[in-house]
């Protein structure tokens, strides 16, 4: 199971590329990259969707594009830092983490008598 996971942030850390490309791409170079990145993106989180639940999935993989794309516009392309942004990131990343440990829960059923 630990392995669709892998693969739902390995698809994120794409979507912050492609996101950034969209913005930033200048050269034929990087907007290969950037078309790159979203078809990578896109083949490799259905497959995780085979296997996890799709609403966490989505959930997890948007979370963690979101807080990724911030933290690289703010590192790398001098975005201003703003304190609220980051702690409303960081309850974000708090909520991604806790679905995902909630995922991995195993579900109880109720045994109708």
């Known amino acids: 199971m630990n392995r669709y996971w892998s693969l739902v942030v390995l698809a994120a850390v794409f979507e912050v590329g492609w996101v950034s490309g969209l913005k930033h791409a200048e050269s034929i170079l990087e907007w290969s990259l950037t078309i790159g990145a979203t078809v990578i993106t896109f083949i490799i989180l259905p497959i995780t969707a085979k296997y996890l639940p799709i609403g966490t999935v989505y959930s997890v993989f948007a ?18 830092f703003n304190l609220l942004k980051v702690l409303l990131i960081g309850t974000l990343l708090i909520g991604v983490v806790g679905l995902k440990i909630v995922s991995n829960q195993p579900e109880t059923s109720k045994d109708v008598a």
Not at 63 to 80: D, H, R
Request: hydrophobic share 50%.
């Open 63 to 80: 979370g963690l594009g979101t807080v990724g794309t911030v933290l690289v516009e703010m590192i790398f392309f001098e975005e201003p």
